[in-house]
């Protein structure tokens, strides 16, 4: 038996009813990953790793891990992200040639203040976009969000064996570990098992599957980033309602049900709308559902709202989705996802 297909957590029955056929492609693309002797372990290390916050801030450049405070600084006064004041952080690569970047944020244990192991909550996902810019994918709150440690809680591997772990992003659809077993080096080979970066469910994808999505990944021109960064200032949320559970009602999934523009969007969550966005494209290897229930509008303060004759700095708007009965929440720049599958309303 492959050591890695002791290690798999079953897809869920919903999982299975949203798998589809995919294109494959050679290639991957995955950062300079860590061995450990079992997935527990391995996401021990990763823990540990955020606690040396000095050692990663090093190697992240002076402009990213500017952005990135001011970005916090930012949205720490609005809620709900105020605990974030004065919070420290770590910025590690999510991938090779320094595309993207996860900011873990994070509080020493109040249990125990002197534990070498702090607290997540909350995270950013940052991207480098073309003319050296930088742009806010997503971010969010709570101690299921993407990449949490808190994984380690589950014991997903056979105490003994050596895989190595690392994380995986192709935007915010996409974002997974990757697991490798002993032998494989971590490089491209059919041994590699996905799991999703905030469930840790086993994903049905292989290296040349997630390769051909991942490629395709461009950020998002709109998003909040270095280049609007001086004029855009984040707003409250507005809440459409509560977290639910997307398969509690199905019929978003019926071939007739109805398609929203992403005009309809931010119309319906004015109105109380909660929505269901169906992740799904021709090179998916499954498709997926996020719940809608709010979102978050980065304007231009007055000052920068501009004359008449100006061209205004657009707006940036971030849609708000969580998991885990709503213990943590997700703000997902709308422009990241809107080719990525489509909005429904909430049956």
């Not at 269901?276 to 229930?293: E, H, M, N, Q």
Request: negative net charge; charged residues 15%; aromatic residues 10%.
């Amino acid at each position: 038996m492959n050591r890695l297909s002791r290690i798999r957590r079953p897809l869920s029955g919903t999982m299975k009813i949203m798998l589809s056929l995919c294109l494959v492609s050679p290639g991957f693309l995955a950062l300079p990953s860590f061995a450990a002797k079992n997935l527990e372990g391995a996401m021990n290390l990763v823990s540990h790793a955020a606690a040396a916050a000095p050692a990663n801030e090093s190697v992240a450049p002076e402009s990213l891990r500017h952005f990135a405070a001011d970005t916090i600084s930012k949205l720490s006064e609005q809620s709900p992200f105020q605990s974030w004041a004065g919070a420290s952080t770590s910025i590690e690569p999510l991938g090779p040639g320094t595309r993207s970047w996860l900011v873990t944020i994070y509080r020493p244990s109040i249990a125990s203040p002197a534990s070498s192991s702090p607290v997540q909550i909350g995270y950013l996902i940052i991207s480098a976009a073309p003319q050296g810019l930088y742009k806010l994918i997503e971010y969010g709150t709570g101690p299921d969000s993407l990449y949490s440690t808190n994984l380690a809680s589950d014991p997903l591997v056979v105490a003994g064996s050596s895989l190595t772990i690392m994380p995986v992003y192709g935007g915010p659809l996409l974002a997974a570990w990757r697991v490798t077993g002993e032998g494989s080096g971590g490089t491209t080979g059919s041994s590699a098992e996905y799991l999703d970066a905030q469930s840790g469910e086993a994903l049905p994808e292989t290296d040349t599957t997630w390769n051909l999505q991942s490629g395709k990944y461009n950020p998002p021109s709109r998003a909040y980033g270095s280049d609007n960064a001086e004029a855009l200032f984040p707003g409250n949320t507005t809440a459409a309602g509560e977290y639910f559970n997307p398969y509690d009602n199905i019929l978003w999934m019926a071939a007739d049900a109805k398609q929203l523009t992403l005009e309809d969007v931010l119309t319906a969550l004015d109105q109380k709308h909660s929505l269901v966005f169906a992740a799904s494209g021709k090179d998916r290897t499954y498709r997926f559902p996020l719940p809608i229930y709010g979102y978050q509008t980065w304007n231009a303060a007055p000052a920068f709202t501009g004359t008449a004759t100006d061209t205004p700095t657009a707006p940036a708007v971030y849609v708000l989705t969580g998991s885990g009965e709503g213990s943590s929440s997700r703000w997902i720049s709308l422009d990241a996802i809107a080719d990525g599958g489509s909005f429904h309303p909430l049956p």
